[in-house]
Antibody, heavy 124, light 106 residues
C-alpha cells in the first residue's frame, strides 16, 4: 500500500532554515509528481509546491516562492522541502502527497495519498 | 486562481441533504477535486474532475459543475460524514484550496 512518511519538523527561530523529508513506498515513485501541503493550527489546507516525476518542473505557491525549495531523489524514493527565511506564519503541519493522474498519466487531477504530516513551529 | 468556498460551516441532521459550493475566480473547466478531512487525520480524496467519485467513496456523495461554479452534494448525511470539506482547483499551478466547510451535527 502507498505510504508517505514525513520527518524533520521541529521548533525553529524566525529567519532560520529547516529541511523536511518525505519517504515514499508502495508505488513507483519515479512515475509521479509529488506535492507539499500545509495546515496551520485550526486553519485550512494550503497547497505549497509540486515537483514533476523527473524533477525537471517545479511550481510554488506565492507565499513560499523564493524561500522554499522542493527536490526529490528518485534513487532513494524521497521528497524534500528546504525551508529558508522562516516566518512565524509558516507554523503548520507539513504533509507530502502523491499526485493522481488521468489515464494518460499526463494530467494531474488531484492528490490521492497523503502522509500524516510533521509539525513545524516557528517561534523565538 | 482564487477559490471561494461556502458556507464556512453548516449544521445538519442525519439524513439531511447537504450542498457545499466552490467558485473559482476564473474558469477552470472541470479541474476540481473534493476532499473530506476529519480532525487529526489526513484529507480523504472524494471526487476528481468535478464529478467523478474516487474508488470506494459512497454514492451518496456527488459533485457537479464546470467553469467557475461547482457543488458537492451529500444526498443523505450519515454520522461518519461530519467533517470538514475542501475543494481544490487543479487547473493551473499554483493549485488552490477553498477555505473549507465544517459540517456539524445539529
Amino acid at each position: 500500500q502507498v505510504q508517505l512518511v514525513e520527518s524533520g519538523g521541529g521548533v525553529v527561530q524566525p529567519g532560520r532554515s529547516l529541511r523536511l523529508s518525505c519517504a515514499a513506498s508502495g508505488f513507483t515513485f519515479n512515475k509521479y509528481g509529488v506535492h507539499w501541503v500545509r495546515q496551520a493550527p485550526g486553519k485550512g489546507l494550503e497547497w505549497l509546491a509540486v515537483i514533476s516525476y523527473d524533477g525537471r518542473n517545479k511550481f510554488y505557491a506565492d507565499s513560499v516562492k523564493g524561500r522554499f525549495t522542493i527536490s526529490r531523489d528518485n534513487s532513494k524514493n524521497t521528497l524534500d522541502l528546504q525551508m529558508d527565511s522562516l516566518r512565524t506564519e509558516d507554523t503548520a503541519v507539513y504533509s507530502c502527497a502523491k499526485g493522481y493522474y488521468d489515464s494518460s498519466g499526463v494530467t494531474a487531477l488531484g492528490l490521492d495519498h497523503w502522509g500524516q504530516g510533521t509539525l513545524v513551529t516557528v517561534s523565538s | 486562481i482564487q477559490v471561494s468556498q461556502s458556507p464556512s460551516s453548516l449544521s445538519a441532521s442525519v439524513g439531511d441533504r447537504v450542498t457545499i459550493t466552490c467558485r473559482a475566480s476564473q474558469g477552470i473547466s472541470s479541474y476540481l477535486a473534493w476532499y473530506q478531512q476529519k480532525a487529526g487525520k489526513a484529507p480523504k480524496f472524494l471526487i476528481y474532475a468535478a464529478s467523478t467519485l474516487q474508488s470506494g467513496v459512497p454514492s451518496r456523495f456527488s459533485g457537479s459543475g464546470s467553469g467557475t461554479d461547482f457543488t458537492l452534494t451529500i444526498s443523505s448525511l450519515q454520522p461518519e460524514d461530519f467533517a470538514t470539506y475542501y475543494c481544490l482547483q487543479v487547473n493551473i499551478y499554483p493549485w488552490t484550496f477553498g477555505q473549507g466547510t465544517k459540517v456539524e451535527i445539529k
